[in-house]
DNA sequence: CCGTAACGAACATCTCTGATGTTCGAAAGT
DNA sequence: ACTTTCGAACATCAGAGATGTTCGTTACGG
């Protein structure tokens, strides 16, 4: 259907920067199962070899894998996309919640942040506000540490999973256990009213769950696709979340369920 | 007497990088204790604009302080040097010596690394190691965290000190607390046999004290100039230290009353 | 209040790093 | 043994960053 889209991009895609042509290729081995380099440099309009380049690279990031001729996804089934990956997608809805949720939290306040893209990107517009803020990922705390902006950095112990740097382990539950927060903002892998707030990690769940023990207020941040589903760990019920925020592609019957069980929700 | 130099430099730098100008400018106005801008230009062979630009870099930096028409010392009296500021200098010992202690630790061992320039160059020697290290600094978590190598990385809690991103206070404390290592290299501010360990701050002893007492074996990493001198916080005595590894520049008399007392000394 | 020096925004120019493509010998698969 | 793929090496190109110049604005000293 969108191979004309494509036939358009092939032409006129002169001034097309590599981080889009590596979606591409990301997109193509992940919705075909794999891909040549043949096909991946008609698709892009770029040489083989770069092609290859480009498939080394993003075969380090463990966003596919590499094999003789081309190259294969990762994702077999039903597990978590590697987080390289997710961090193409839907950024500009990711953008939209994580302003919205910038809104929620006032000045002076202390934020406890979990890991995730969409958490990622609250850390981005919070590095510059008067707030005291505790990141789970290292990818967070990266952002926050380097350009000291005005926001106060707490480093959380523990041990960074997978490429996403998500902090997990009994350091960080000693942690969590240690401090109060005004607010905690956490992402999900699936959010139902019946099934309740669920991570696709054991670790990440203990840590989740440990999270909303450890604050005031519960802010959910997820993309309306993780709505209605569920995933393998359970965190808890969703009466324990204050507020969510999500996108307009969440399920209007979910986010029904969601209100009348007491969760305030926002659509960014 | 090196003003020789300095001609030659004005003379022949056009290939000079931005550095190393920033290097010149940041040791001029730290040993006259402030310049201005045509001084700076003239000194550099560069334009007066570039040079207000470094100067606005240098200040964000912390490097220096800006006034109007020039630059001004931060350094009052006594105080520790600005991270930005000690980063430039002695890049060649700190590799050594990171390379002597690199050399120190055996494949499989758990590792606390303190904060500090050597240190940050020893993270970086252990990052293709099998290893675990726990560092003390956001710096040597960054590097350790960004690309993983075959070295296993364990955060510590904390709250980040200055533009060094060292961790201090009551979170790290606890992670010390929970945690044993294998060794422990620690940077300092200043050795002697008679004075012991001290550091600048009190935070960063209190860790110091907390990381010792945490690992089985210590290794203190420090250039020649820290060796005699006293700085203000103190740490532990001497005897807590296993080995010392320094450079050429260490006062003889200095290392034979550490080594009279126990320490095993080895200069890189 | 005025004059002078300093400042910094804007633009033009330059340099250099990183990305890309081509070629060709080596390696892997059939 | 033959074909395809791979990747090292080199040439080329584009974009980003660094630098310098100009000029209007701002701050300090009288």
Do not use: W
């Amino acid at each position: 259907m969108n191979s004309l889209l494509v036939r358009f991009l092939v032409v006129f895609n002169r001034g097309m920067s590599n981080a889009d042509r590596h979606g591409l290729i990301a997109k193509a081995v992940r919705d075909s199962g794999g891909a040549t380099v043949q096909e991946l440099a008609e698709l892009t309009g770029a040489s083989e070899m770069t092609i290859r380049r480009d498939l080394d690279t993003l075969a380090a990031q463990g966003v596919l894998e590499r094999v003789r001729g081309g190259a294969r996804t990762l994702l077999l089934r039903g597990e978590e996309p590697p987080f390289a990956l997710r961090a193409h997608e839907a950024v500009d809805a990711k953008r939209r919640i994580a302003a919205e949720i910038s809104a929620l939290i006032a000045d002076g306040e202390s934020i406890l942040l979990d890991s995730g893209t969409t958490c990622l990107e609250i850390a981005r517009l919070l590095r510059d506000r008067p707030v005291t803020v505790m990141p789970l990922s290292l990818q967070a705390i990266h952002l926050l540490g380097e350009a000291p902006g005005s926001a106060t950095l707490v480093v959380p112990g523990g041990q960074p999973r997978a490429a996403e740097g998500a902090l997990t382990g009994p350091l960080t539950l000693a942690s969590l256990a240690a401090l109060r927060f005004d607010t905690a903002v956490i992402g999900c892998c699936g959010l139902s009213a019946a099934d309740g707030l669920t991570a696709y990690d054991l670790d990440d769940a203990a840590v989740k769950k440990a999270s909303i023990a450890s604050a005031r207020r519960t802010i959910v941040a997820t993309d309306g696709g993780k709505l209605g589903r569920t995933a393998y760990a359970y965190v808890g019920p969703s009466t324990l979340l204050h507020t969510l925020v999500t996108d307009t592609t969440a399920p209007a019957d979910e986010v029904a369920a969601l209100e009348g069980a007491g969760t305030i929700v926002k659509t960014a």
